[in-house]
């Protein structure tokens, strides 16, 4: 077996994993604790996602395609993104099925988590254009399903399938119109164009980029946190972006500029809103939403710094957010709904849940020691490299997300608490999962070459492919690479 | 060459000694293990003794040497194709003895609060938190390039925020540590683009390749437009820092903070990171005399207005706060007209001073009392003011307008943050229409909203 075999081994094992946990778990009687078998699978998952990225890490760093591709597309691609997205992923979903409170996990969430979850890997993992069609219905229809399940959760369910629809529905249109006519190919019509267009949109939409962006803090207000960050934290509009249009930029340059401006506009709009909340809710879906946004406004960047700072955001944010919204999950799981319109005093009855959401906080803001620091050092450089707006854009947005974040720790754990409150400890296994996830931020914060010089590989290889572009097709390669 | 590296491990180990009580301090909090009130004084005070002696060992050093510079390159932390972080830090005639200072100065602190603060149920966050502050106030003071110098900066802004609303079952200190940290934000931004700009203009954000020879009466090497550009975010950096008009509102409110970090914070060290800054970044500020002059205004406008405000205060630590806030208007003047040694002795002079002052105000009155009963009756009249010599109508008005603060924060108020906050309303409330419309027409999704 040779290594690039091994690698795609591994990879159909951590996609495989939760798919089997996912059926085990919805059609086997036998099952009795549905959380063990989930967090065993989710942790092959992990497992052998990171290995399959080590190895391909200490091999050549060629990336390894499979199948018959589509206008250049292959079913299965290994390379920089996936070596880096899919073990992120896998670690976002071990994460929130440790955590989770018990009651999530009961009846139909379990397999629905997993079955998401197997979806995104598989999506992460290809640049086949019907595959990715295929793969964002299969990721949204477990979470449709969770929504309508949750309480009042019905009115977020319609937002976010009607979204999705129309969604996918661009999509579909739009890699129809790619392969027929790819507009990075000299001499190419009209149709190609619009295909690029239909994509934009299709991305922006599942991205939730402004003014497409309604359902993303909607299915934060009402869904449950599990299902609002498996649905938001793996980015899967972002690799569709990166496979479809960031690798071809010399033809789809139109398309991204607008998408950049858009994401850079909700990065801002998004903290913004974060500031005027009501609820705890709305504070962790703007400001996923405004994290989200800002690493599609540095994928469609043209320098490395701003690519790199990109994919570091997709890191840094996504960990401390999902450590955000775990522990307002917990929080909301022992106290019920968390109103931000008065202090709450949470703070004396959860000591260790004040700690671990003010250093999760402070992890976003991009504490000095953490990943999120360096993230923001490249995207502002970056930024403000390519366009002095966008970089001042995103230093805004930076100003208003640490004041909502502040804001709304002093108002859940600052105040008097009522003296006849009950206290909530930390389960165990929360604390594993928030300092797991706090670990690696902090590791990352202060060692982190080893991590950007793995981005700037990723984007070197994504810059280069825009240049080669025009004179091939759609390449399989499009971020690591050349294919054997 | 020895002496070289023997000052460069000295310089390291300034910063090294606090971080590493923070982890010691700070990780067992982390996972749940509790440590005992003495054993976390002793650690957070052996790192500052360390630190302090490591500071003093090279302050021996570099007067040998004459105080020539000694920069410590330390590598580089990472880097993306042109843009690269480099860590390093300086030892000079400005870095290392204001280390000194410090350094003294947290351990004293920690020393003082380690019997204040006895049995208090956030102990052990006090000294995390202040450990976190040594750590960022000591990589700034020794920041030999502009990220680092960032880090440091936003270290001390988010301890100094935390420790503001220390007793965060109080809603005063809560609303407080907010209102700092709102400004801390704002103003930090034009750190973040200062930073930037010199990136852009040097390919690096080393002071070096900014600013050549040694403090004080280096060259600025940028051309004069970016020096405008980059001293005018300096100065708005260290504005909210030093607590200056129009960013000053948030300084006596801090006061809710524990008087121990008051002291260090606000008396001390925070409040003279924007002129350490400043002082820092001496050349670029010559070089942009509309910056400097700028400066000397805002300086001077602030030592009046706080003078004023500080004599109508009711309360002793609000007083000392604009006593702090003269004073540091008055540094900022002075960096502004060109001096630098006064600056710099002025900075160390009125932190001690004013720390002393704030570590005794809660026994102000137990002292009053004392001298009281020493003298055999009342101490006397209270100083002579200025004010005073005013006509009395004109004194009145000036006592109105120093009650309102100088209308300060009704202008910002009314002029920036209701228009925002007034416009962000509408839109969250416009969010919840279009969701409601999405969903079907169905009532807005519970809570989701503006405030």
Redesign the interface.
Same mark, same amino acid.
């Given at each position: 077996m040779s290594d690039s075999d091994a690698i795609l081994a591994a990879l159909g094992v951590s996609i495989a994993a939760p798919a089997l946990g996912a059926a085990a778990t919805r059609w086997t009687p036998l099952v009795r604790s549905a959380r063990t078998v989930a967090v065993t699978t989710a942790t092959i998952a992990l497992a052998a996602a990171g290995l399959a990225a080590w190895w391909w890490h200490h091999g050549n760093g060629a990336a390894i395609s499979r199948g018959d591709p589509l206008a250049g597309g292959a079913p299965v691609v290994f390379d920089g993104l996936t070596a880096l997205a899919v073990p992120y992923a896998a670690l976002v979903q071990l994460a929130i099925l440790v955590a989770a409170p018990k009651r999530a996990l009961d009846g139909e969430a379990v397999p629905r988590l997993l079955a998401g979850g197997a979806a995104t890997l598989a999506l992460l993992a290809t640049a086949h254009p019907v595959l990715l069609v295929l793969l964002w219905v299969a990721t949204t229809v477990p979470t449709f399903l969770s929504l309508r399940a949750s309480p009042?959760g019905?009115?977020?369910a319609?937002?976010y399938g009607?979204?999705m629809a129309v969604a996918v529905a661009c999509l579909a249109a739009g890699c129809l119109f790619l392969v027929r006519d790819p507009p990075w190919r000299p001499g190419h019509g009209i149709t190609g164009d619009i295909g690029g267009w239909l994509v934009a949109v299709a991305v922006m939409l599942r991205k939730g980029v402004f003014p497409l962006h309604?359902?993303y803090? +909607?299915i934060?207000?009402?869904g449950a946190y599990g299902t609002a960050l498996a649905a938001t934290m793996a980015h899967t509009a972002g690799a569709t972006a990166i496979r479809l249009l960031v690798g071809h930029a010399d033809g789809v340059a139109a398309e991204l500029v607008f998408l950049a401006q858009a994401a850079l506009v909700t990065t801002v709009?998004g903290a @913004?809103?974060a500031? /005027?909340?009501?609820?705890l $809710? *709305?504070l962790v *879906?703007t400001l996923a939403m405004s994290q989200s946004a800002l690493v599609l406004a540095g994928l469609a960047g043209s320098?490395?710094?701003e690519l790199?700072g990109a994919l570091a955001v997709w890191i840094s944010a996504g960990l401390s957010l999902t450590g955000i919204g775990l522990v307002a999950w917990a929080i909301e799981s022992r106290a019920g709904?968390v109103?931000? %319109?008065a202090?709450q !005093?949470r +703070? %004396?009855d959860a000591p260790?849940l004040a700690?671990f959401f003010?250093?999760f906080g402070?992890a976003t803001?991009?504490?000095?020691?953490t990943l999120s &620091?360096?993230a923001d050092?490249?995207i /502002?450089?970056?930024a403000? %490299?390519e366009q002095l707006h966008a970089?001042?854009l995103v230093?805004?947005s930076? /100003?208003f997300a640490?004041?909502a974040l502040? $804001?709304g720790w &002093?108002?859940v &754990?600052?105040?008097? @608490?009522p003296v006849d409150r009950p206290r909530h400890p930390?389960l165990p296994r929360e $604390?594993v999962v928030f300092?797991t996830l706090?670990a690696l931020l902090v590791g990352l914060g202060l060692w982190? !070459?080893p991590l /950007?010089t793995s981005?700037?590989r990723i @984007?070197g290889s994504l810059l280069a492919s825009r240049h080669d572009a025009p004179s091939s097709s759609l390449p399989t390669d499009p971020s690591g690479g050349h294919p054997p | 060459m020895i002496t070289d590296r023997l000052l460069s491990g000295l310089v390291l180990l300034q910063v090294a000694a606090p971080a590493a009580t923070l982890a010691a301090v700070g990780l067992p909090a982390v996972l749940g293990i509790t440590v005992r009130e003495r054993g976390i004084t002793r650690i957070v005070g052996a790192g500052f003794t360390i630190a302090l002696a490591a500071a003093l060992a090279a302050l021996g050093i570099l007067a040998a040497r004459g105080f020539t510079p000694h920069n410590v390159h330390m590598g580089t932390w990472f880097h993306v194709g042109h843009h690269e972080a480099t860590v390093d830090l300086v030892a000079d005639a400005l870095s290392i003895p204001f280390v000194c200072f410090s350094t003294g100065l947290c351990g004293l602190v920690n020393a003082f609060a380690g019997k204040y603060l006895h049995r208090e149920p956030g102990f052990t966050r006090f000294f995390i938190l202040l450990a976190l502050f040594g750590t960022g106030m000591n990589l700034l003071v020794l920041a030999g390039s502009i990220d680092v110098l960032f880090a440091g900066w936003e270290c001390v802004g988010i301890s100094s925020t935390l420790l503001i609303g220390f007793f965060h079952d109080r809603v005063a200190a809560a609303a407080a540590a907010v209102r700092a940290f709102v400004t801390y934000r704002i103003c930090d931004a034009g750190l973040l683009a200062a930073g930037v700009v010199l990136h852009a203009a040097t390919g690096s954000g080393d002071f070096e390749r900014a600013i050549s020879g040694g403090w004080p009466g280096g060259t600025c090497l940028l051309s004069p437009g970016t020096a405008l550009v980059v001293a005018l975010l300096l100065i708005f950096a260290a504005l909210g820092k030093s607590g200056q008009v129009p960013f000053s509102a948030w300084l006596p409110r801090a006061m809710e903070g524990p008087t121990p970090s008051s002291a260090i914070f606000y008396g001390a060290l925070s409040i003279h990171a924007g002129a350490y800054l400043l002082l820092r970044c001496e050349a670029i500020l010559e070089a942009a005399p509309l910056a400097a002059w700028l400066l000397v205004a805002i300086g001077a406008g602030t030592a009046i207005h706080a003078t004023l405000v500080g004599s109508v205060q009711t309360d002793l630590k609000g007083m000392l706060a604009y006593a702090s806030m003269t004073q540091a208007g008055m540094i900022l003047a002075e960096i502004g007209l060109g001096w630098r040694v006064i600056p710099l002795v002025h900075v160390i002079s009125h932190a001690v001073l004013r720390s002393l002052q704030i570590l005794r105000s809660p026994s102000a009155l137990h002292d009053r009392h004392e001298l009281a009963a020493a003298l055999g009756g009342h101490p006397g009249p209270d100083g002579w003011s200025l004010v005073r010599v005013l006509p009395p109508a004109v004194r009145t008005a000036v006592d109105h307008i120093a009650l309102e603060r100088g209308y300060e924060e009704a202008v910002i108020g009314r002029l920036v943050v209701e228009p925002v906050l007034g416009a962000l309303r509408a839109a969250a409330a416009f969010e919840r229409r279009v969701v409601a419309l999405l969903a079907g027409d169905v009532p807005p999704l519970r809570r989701g909203g503006d405030r």
């Open positions: 009042g019905l009115p977020a319609r937002v009607r979204t309604s359902w803090p +909607a934060y207000a009402s709009y @913004a809103l500031v /005027v909340q009501r609820d $809710r *709305g *879906g320098l490395p710094t790199c709904s109103p931000l %319109d202090p !005093g +703070a %004396d260790a700690m003010l250093l402070l803001l991009g504490l000095p020691g &620091f360096i050092d490249l /502002v450089s970056g403000l %490299d970089g001042l230093i805004l930076t /100003v640490g004041i502040v $804001r &002093f108002t &754990f600052g105040g008097p @608490a930390i $604390r300092t706090l982190p !070459g /950007v981005l700037e @984007a | -």
